[in-house]
């Protein structure tokens, strides 16, 4: 008798991150203080756009004693400084803290002569020849080559290691600075994250009384009609169900997400979505605002800010962000996550304190929702003297 394999977690996606987020180059090879330098101009020409972060190791011999309150015994200090905030921890940070911390970021430099990263970049000095020699088992994978002033070949021992040597970008470390600074701005655009779209029809519509997803506003159901608009801008769009009991409501010819994340509303249906897809960004839109249409969402898309973790529209609410028509960037997954872990399962709790891209709505009651009869018949009135407006012009 064969006994099956056991199996004691539960398989689930795992976002693309490395040793500290998902895009991140170690930069090892040359003189410690050349790595910082280069690192101070990439991070300064493109802070304006990205968030960038430095990885590094102290090299002060001198400071062996702890700093502040960890010498007194305390495992961690908080220091709120006059233009920037300060932690300092005792223990080593595990690879999982170092993910949480870091998972905001959209560029992270490593020096890689002292911390390792999942892409690098090498700098070929004859100077540093041996120690690059003893870290070849790190060029895992090597995206650029920079030579410095006294190099003008790539070393025999890199090209035994990497069988695609040639096929690597070569830079002068000096004289190309710009052209560095182009190669990281490119390989970022090339990593924005691809919009998938979900539309949240998973409520019971209690107060309206019957499915507002059902409700028929432009000739099919609002779900559908949803998703149809999406499908223009999204790579793939999936209709959001409570289980899978409601999924099989859903129209065959749709894609369906039924929450995995149960009894948290809206929240545990975005949260199933990162679950199933955590690289991709997702375009977030209730099935209750039948006034939004191909331009609010083209405004949206086209004032996207993948820097921060959503772009939405600011609301009628208290100028709240409306997170119900919202984009939400994966970056925005462990936020969620750790508001969930506090006790929190509001979204719009999570958007009014974080880093987003609030937006302002170019046309009147374009956020407005249906969730009770009246706010149906007001809507109704609406939609009645706009498409009478428009087969007047």
């Known amino acids: 008798m064969t006994l099956k394999e056991h199996k004691k977690h539960t398989a689930i996606i795992r976002p693309a991150m490395g040793n500290f987020g998902r895009n991140e180059w170690a930069m090892l090879g040359g003189p410690c203080t050349v790595i910082k330098f280069l690192a101070d101009q990439i991070i300064t020409?493109?802070?304006?756009?990205?968030?960038c972060a430095y990885a590094d190791t102290s090299h002060n011999d001198d400071m062996m004693g702890l700093p502040g309150k960890l010498a007194s015994g305390a495992a961690l200090e908080y220091t709120d400084q006059i233009n920037h905030t300060q932690l300092n921890y005792k223990a080593p940070l595990t690879p999982f803290t170092q993910r949480e911390l870091f998972s905001a970021m959209d560029l992270v430099l490593v020096n890689g002569n002292h911390q390792q990263a999942k892409a690098q970049v090498v700098i070929i000095d004859i100077n540093k020849r041996g120690s690059l020699q003893k870290r070849v088992a790190q060029l895992t994978n090597v995206e650029l080559f920079l030579m410095a002033d006294n190099a003008n070949e790539i070393p025999d021992f890199i090209q035994e290691a990497l069988p695609n040597w040639q096929e690597i970008p070569v830079l002068k470390l000096n004289d190309d600075t710009l052209a560095i600074i182009e190669f990281f701005k490119t390989k970022l655009q090339q990593a924005k994250p691809i919009l998938n779209g979900l539309v949240l029809a998973g409520g019971k519509s209690a107060r309206m009384g019957y499915d507002k997803g059902a409700v028929n506003w432009y000739g099919k159901e609002q779900r559908y009609h949803m998703a149809d608009l999406l499908k223009k801008h999204c790579v793939e769009v999936y209709i959001s169900c409570r289980d899978t009991e409601q999924q099989k409501e859903i129209n065959a010819e749709y894609l369906s997400l039924p929450d995995t994340f149960t009894g948290l509303g809206p929240y545990g249906a975005i949260l199933s979505a990162f679950r199933e897809q955590p690289d991709r960004a997702w375009l977030v839109i209730a099935c209750d605002l039948p006034l939004v249409d191909a331009n609010v969402?083209?405004?949206?898309?086209?004032?996207?800010?993948?820097?921060?973790?959503a772009t939405a529209y600011q609301s009628d609410y208290k100028d709240f962000?409306?997170?119900?028509?919202?984009i939400y960037e994966p970056k925005s997954y462990p936020t969620l996550l750790q508001y969930l872990a506090q006790g929190y399962s509001c979204p719009r709790k999570v958007l009014i304190n974080s880093d987003i891209t609030l937006l302002q709505s170019s046309e009147p009651d374009a956020l407005a929702n249906v969730n009770t009869p009246e706010e149906l018949d007001r809507i109704k009135r609406i939609l009645h003297h706009k498409i009478a407006a428009t087969n007047a012009s």
């Not at 020409?45 to 968030?51: I, K, N, V």
């Open 45 to 51: 020409a493109l802070s304006p756009r990205y968030q």
């Open 297 to 309: 969402l083209q405004h949206l898309i086209d004032n996207r800010n993948t820097a921060t973790i």
């Open 321 to 326: 962000p409306e997170p119900l028509i919202t």
